[in-house]
């Protein structure tokens, strides 16, 4: 460039210098950032924890799953009182039968 150019450059302030508490804090927070990676980091490479927590995770879930299949069961049941009556029936059925087949034995 010549002498020209760089005199119709407008001339920039340099930046001001940071104070030492100004330093102190950007140094504090920029520890605070790397602790939270550094604990991102362990916390991905920990394969049991992560493990742990996804079994758990699924047992939550299948839990759930069973107590809405409870509520189903138990509602069907409930508006068709057919069904409970089969059941008691077949239930005394096989006791009936097995009582049978044990006292011919003897």
Request: proline share 7%; hydrophobic share 45%; glycine share 6%.
């Given at each position: 460039?010549?002498?020209?150019?760089?005199?119709?450059?407008?001339?920039?302030?340099?930046?001001?210098?940071?104070?030492?508490?100004?330093?102190?804090?950007?140094?504090?927070?920029?520890?605070?950032?790397?602790?939270?990676?550094?604990?991102?980091?362990?916390?991905?490479?920990?394969?049991?924890?992560?493990?742990?927590?996804?079994?758990?995770?699924?047992?939550?879930?299948?839990?759930?799953?069973?107590?809405?299949?409870?509520?189903?069961?138990?509602?069907?049941?409930?508006?068709?009182?057919?069904?409970m009556a089969?059941v008691v029936?077949?239930?005394?059925?096989?006791?009936?039968?097995?009582?049978?087949?044990?006292?011919?034995?003897?």
């Amino acid at each position: 460039m010549s002498d020209q150019q760089q005199q119709q450059l407008p001339q920039q302030p340099p930046a001001p210098k940071p104070t030492v508490e100004e330093l102190r804090a950007g140094i504090q927070q920029t520890r605070a950032e790397l602790g939270e990676t550094v604990s991102a980091l362990a916390a991905k490479a920990d394969v049991k924890a992560r493990a742990r927590d996804e079994v758990e995770r699924v047992k939550v879930r299948a839990l759930d799953q069973v107590g809405q299949a409870k509520v189903r069961v138990r509602d069907a049941v409930q508006s068709s009182p057919v069904p409970m009556a089969l059941v008691v029936a077949g239930v005394a059925a096989v006791v009936g039968i097995i009582l049978v087949v044990r006292g011919s034995r003897r």
